[in-house]
Nanobody, 123 residues
Framework: QVQLVESGGGLVQAGGSLTLSCAAA????????TGWFRHSPGKEREFVAL???????YYADLAKGRFTISRDSARNTVSLQMNSLKSEDTALYYC?????????????????WGKGTQVTVSS
């Protein structure tokens, strides 16, 4: 079982940048598919980005051109670089991981989740 801890959230002005990090304990994250999701009050949880164990990368439309997901195997982390932030990016951001993917599920079959890190974008 892998334990995930997110960090890097905070308060930023619109147009600014933040880098979120997902650190893993207990397992090597490079063997997992790792995704970022977000949830804001009154909205459904949204997929943001995902990197597979073979480093294939997928982005939601909301992230394309602004966000970059990457892996640092030496640090056993997966990061989400977020640029050109907008007020609508305000949310609790979670990372999730698993050794299998199920594209038929809303969470893509990722069963291990962190507790999230809050991102607040002021306009």
């Amino acid at each position: 079982q892998v334990q995930l801890v997110e960090s890097g959230g905070g308060l930023v002005q619109a147009g600014g940048s933040l880098t979120l990090s997902c650190a893993a304990a207990g397992r090597t994250l490079s063997s997992y598919a790792t995704g970022w999701f977000r949830h804001s009050p009154g909205k459904e949880r949204e997929f943001v980005a995902l990197i597979t164990w073979s480093d294939r990368i997928y982005y939601a439309d909301l992230a394309k051109g602004r966000f970059t997901i990457s892996r640092d195997s030496a640090r056993n982390t997966v990061s989400l670089q977020m640029n050109s932030l907008k007020s609508e990016d305000t949310a609790l951001y979670y990372c999730a991981a698993d050794t299998n993917l199920d594209w038929t599920r809303d969470d893509y079959g990722l069963d291990y989740w962190g507790k999230g890190t809050q991102v607040t974008v002021s306009s």
